[in-house]
């Protein structure tokens, strides 16, 4: 087998599930995260991110899988010994670590703490959210998202968004990486990130030819890198986002002005976080008014392979087996 060959071989394997191009661009941003200051990105804070959630996961797929049992059940005797088991015989089946993985990573790119705790519970809440609050099937937050915004609240002064100063040639690496892993997925959500980025440009523009400053300052807000982690990994979340295109870029303008609003009148670090969190409950809405078909991550099979399926649809019963 040549060289081309296993090239080719690899860059299907990846293209299989758009989460392998958001983990690699991810890790490579964490790789620039952490040789550019004393304040980057931590690989102690990643393993805590990532112990955070993986229990979680763990946690939760079990409970999801216990919950499919019991209502499959016929009678309360037969669930309450057959329900565990399944969840405890089944869960790798359901084990979404890719997406528990990715929340790690943004994570320990955008969140800075004194304490690694801070980043083991932001780790845990952002997955345990995942698990309990949806509508439909969906998933109603951003998983990193809602985890920093309350480490940030509960933490106060301890825990703030990293403002990801990294230099000019850093930033259009991450540029590049962002744009590249959007393009290169099967996740098609370039049209929120490039929407977000405009409208969040256009403000940014306006507010400085406004009032007469400098474009230098514009731009020089425009060149972070927890705004391109924010545009290209946290807001494209095919399973927090509107399913309709049109609902998305009014999704991102939307996004775009109340974090403009909050960083000029409230002057808060991180104001494009809370501002997905704080519109995130829109998204049940505009789904209901701009219907579309709903994104599912897909399995090697091409089958849905999430531990849920939309609107609460139950999957096959898992055969188990007995000794």
Partial sequence: ???????????????????????????GLFCISLSTSDFSARPLALLAA??????????????????????????????RGSSLEAGFVGWMSGFQWKS??????????????????????????????????????????NPACIGIVTVSLIGGSAAWVSPGQWGQA?????FAI???????????????????????????????????DPMAIPIHQMQSGALLVFA?????????TPDSRLA???????????????SWEHHIRGAMLYALAGLALLTP???????????????KKETPDEPETPRGGLRPRPRIVRA
């Avoid at 763990?58 to 669930?79: L, P």
């Fill in 170 to 174: 850093p930033i259009f690496a991450a």
């Fill in 232 to 240: 290209f990994f946290m807001i494209t979340d095919p399973r927090s």
């Fill in 248 to 262: 998305r870029i009014l999704f991102a303008f939307a996004v775009a002005a109340l974090a403009a609003w909050l």
């Fill in 285 to 299: 809405v505009l789904d209901r008014v701009l219907p579309a078909r709903r994104f599912e991550w897909l399995s």
């Fill in 1 to 27: 087998m040549g060289v081309r060959t296993q090239i080719t071989g690899l860059f299907k394997a990846l293209h299989r599930d758009a989460r392998h191009w958001q983990i690699l661009a991810l890790f």
């Fill in 50 to 79: 990532i112990v955070g959630a993986m229990s979680a996961q763990v946690a939760g797929t079990i409970w999801v899988n216990a919950r499919k049992e019991r209502r499959r059940a016929t009678s309360g005797s037969y669930w």
């Fill in 100 to 141: 528990a993985l990715i929340t790690s990573l943004s994570l320990s790119i955008l969140l800075r703490a004194n304490s690694l705790w801070f980043w083991l519970a932001a780790g845990f809440i952002a997955i345990t959210a995942k698990f309990l609050i949806r509508y439909r099937g969906k998933h109603i937050f």
């Fill in 178 to 212: 962002g744009f590249a892993a959007l393009v290169l997925s099967s996740a098609k959500r370039l049209d929120i990130a490039l929407g977000f980025l405009i409208g969040f440009a256009a403000m940014l523009f306006g507010r400085a030819l406004y009032l007469g």
